[in-house]
T-cell receptor, first 111, second 115 residues
Framework: LAKTTQPISMDSYEGQEVNITCSHN???????ITWYQQFPSQGPRFIIQ???TKVTNEVASLFIPADRKSSTLSLPRVSLSDTAVYYC????????????FGPGTRLSVLP | NAGVTQTPKFRVLKTGQSMTLLCAQD?????MYWYRQDPGMGLRLIHY???????AKGEVPDGYNVSRLKKQNFLLGLESAAPSQTSVYFC??????????????FGQGTRLTVV
């Protein structure tokens, strides 16, 4: 399993764009990069997933450079409700143990 | 569509008591997982199952047992509860669409306190 490293915490203000970078130096060829969001007292929920280049959905964008050793989750114009913990995961063919969650990045959005 | 449902949502146990947490999913997923989450920490995998009738150990399996007799249900048992097992327990399920292309769906959690 590829190990991931991301900042423990970040602060932002409402309306700003937030970028959270995750490093995964030993990512394997078949691995995808996946991000989950967790609000207090709730289970994590899927945000976005990508293999290379850029992926965008209604919630976020995911930027993956050509070497795939890092990735950046971009949240446009955050609001107070985006305050949560964000987890970066590398998901591959180890089906039973794909979802290994580190401590994540605690994002605090301030008014 | 209920997704992943955990029962109960809250429970207080005395040290040495036993209990079973039930996880049910209605998405016909092959893979199911049990995690625990302690305050301020990420989720740690306790046990998982890759299909009906199969179980395997995760990162922190000691003190827990699991069973997957039916595809839609994954049970987590504590035979003799200890205060160190006070935690929030999350169940999840997933389906693999292709290698790497998979998404986990989580339940709302069970808050367990052992006194």
């Amino acid at each position: 399993l590829a190990k991931t490293t991301q900042p423990i915490s970040m602060d932002s203000y409402e309306g700003q764009e937030v970028n959270i970078t995750c490093s995964h130096n030993n990512i394997a060829t078949n691995d995808y990069i996946t991000w989950y969001q967790q609000f207090p007292s709730q289970g994590p929920r899927f945000i976005i997933q990508g293999y290379k280049t850029k992926v965008t959905n209604e919630v976020a964008s995911l930027f993956i450079p050509a070497d795939r050793k890092s990735s950046t989750l971009s949240l446009p114009r955050v609001s107070l409700s985006d305050t949560a913990v964000y987890y970066c995961l590398v998901v591959g063919d180890n089906y039973g143990q794909n979802f290994v969650f580190g401590p994540g990045t605690r994002l605090s959005v301030l008014p | 569509n209920a997704g992943v449902t955990q029962t109960p949502k809250f429970r207080v146990l005395k040290t040495g008591q036993s209990m079973t947490l039930l996880c049910a999913q209605d998405m016909n997923h092959e893979y199911m997982y049990w995690y625990r989450q302690d305050p301020g920490m990420g989720l740690r995998l306790i046990h998982y199952s890759v299909g009906e009738g199969t179980t395997a150990k995760g990162e922190v399996p000691d003190g827990y047992n699991v069973s997957r007799l039916k595809k839609q249900n994954f049970l987590l048992g504590l035979e003799s509860a200890a205060p160190s097992q006070t935690s929030v327990y999350f169940c999840a399920s997933s389906m693999v669409y292709r290698v790497g292309d998979t998404e986990a769906f989580f339940g709302q959690g069970t808050r367990l306190t052992v006194v």
